[in-house]
C-alpha cells in the first residue's frame, strides 16, 4: 500500500516562511516525479511545483515561482516544498502528489496525500 504523509503546515503571518515535507512509503520514489499542488476554498485545485527524478530538473507554477522551491531527498524517499515570502493568496490546502510514468509535470498523477493546511494571514 502506498502512502503519502504531508506534514510542515500550520500559520503564517504574510512574508513569513514555512517547508512543508512529504514522506512515501510503500515503493521506493526515486524514478518517479514528486510534486506538489493546492486546493483553495472556493477553487480547483492546482499546480504547484514538480520534480523529476533528476533533482535539477523542476517546474514551478508562475505565481510561485523565486518564493518556493521544491526538493527531494532519496534516502529519506521524501519531497519538500520550501515556503518563503509568503503571500495571503497562498493560503490552502496543499497536497503532495506522486507520478510513477513519464509524463507532464502538470498530471495525471497516481498517488496523493491527505494534504496540509497552510493559513498566511495579513
Known amino acids: 500500500q502506498v502512502q503519502l504523509v504531508e506534514s510542515g503546515g500550520g500559520l503564517v503571518q504574510a512574508g513569513g516562511s514555512l517547508r512543508l515535507s512529504c514522506a512515501a512509503s510503500?515503493?521506493?520514489?526515486?524514478?518517479?516525479?514528486m510534486a506538489w499542488f493546492r486546493q483553495a476554498p472556493g477553487k480547483e485545485r492546482e499546480f504547484v511545483a514538480a520534480?523529476?527524478?533528476?533533482?535539477?530538473?523542476?517546474d514551478y507554477a508562475n505565481s510561485v515561482k523565486d518564493r518556493f522551491t521544491i526538493s527531494r531527498e532519496y534516502a529519506k524517499n521524501t519531497v519538500y516544498l520550501q515556503m518563503n515570502n509568503l503571500k495571503p493568496e497562498d493560503t490552502a490546502v496543499y497536497y503532495c502528489?506522486?507520478?510513477?510514468?513519464?509524463?507532464?509535470?502538470?498530471?495525471?498523477?497516481?498517488?496523493w496525500g491527505q494534504g496540509t493546511q497552510v493559513t498566511v494571514s495579513s
Open positions: 510503500g515503493r521506493r520514489f526515486y524514478t518517479y516525479t
Open positions: 502528489a506522486v507520478r510513477t510514468t513519464p509524463g507532464s509535470y502538470y498530471g495525471p498523477y497516481d498517488y
Open positions: 520534480i523529476g527524478w533528476n533533482p535539477g530538473v523542476s
